[in-house]
């Protein structure tokens, strides 16, 4: 009878269990339009699995450390002197200045190369920034094979910033349409592709948007 009479005076206890109410149903996915039609035709080609093998370049021990950056883009100009668009379009002014990076090493657009295994082979991967013209940034990453370079990642964009997080390459890009925010992309190796491919984008709200100014009150007719 006295453990019965604890064990109910418990139940008024403020700092026993209490019932969050009732838990909501769960909802499962809904598959909307149904009956659409199967895709017959193939989707645009934005050039993700694009990739290259650089010509002349040899990677001692498969070592991109002993690999001197500002050579590999030169080696790329090189096999496409007139190429203006696509992963190996560069500005006309972007690819001088490269073929020029030994006689004016300060104009230079190569960046300061960096290393990070991104393809989970033991192996560190190339990462090169080129700055060009119009606040933009060309981006590549280089995998050794075979004894030699192949590139298996290559954008422009107005980038804002670069991170490595993990064995992915994040690229944070601005929003030209929606003030306030950036695109983030984050690369990832793809072994069946062979390639590093965008497999994740978002847009993200990085600073608060400010208020339209208002407009100041006319003065009165007695002002």
Known sequence: MAAAALLLS???DPGGLRSAGPTPTAAGPVRLWPDLPPVTSPPYDYGEIDTAQVPGVKVP????HRVNPVAVVQAEVAAHPDQYSGPDGLYEETARRIRE???RPRACPVMTPHYRDLTGDGKDELIIGIRMPDQQTGLRVYMPEKGGLTRIMSTVDQVVGVQLAGRDLVVRVVSAGIPGYEYRTAWSWDDQQRTMLPTRDE???VKPVP???TASP???PGA
Do not use: K, N, T
Request: charged share 25%; glycine share 22%.
């Open 203 to 205: 847009i993200i709200r």
């Open 61 to 64: 021990g498969g070592d991109v």
């Open 211 to 213: 208020p339209p100014p």
């Open 101 to 103: 990076c030994e006689d």
């Open 218 to 220: 006319s003065p009165g």
């Open 10 to 12: 418990g139940c008024d």
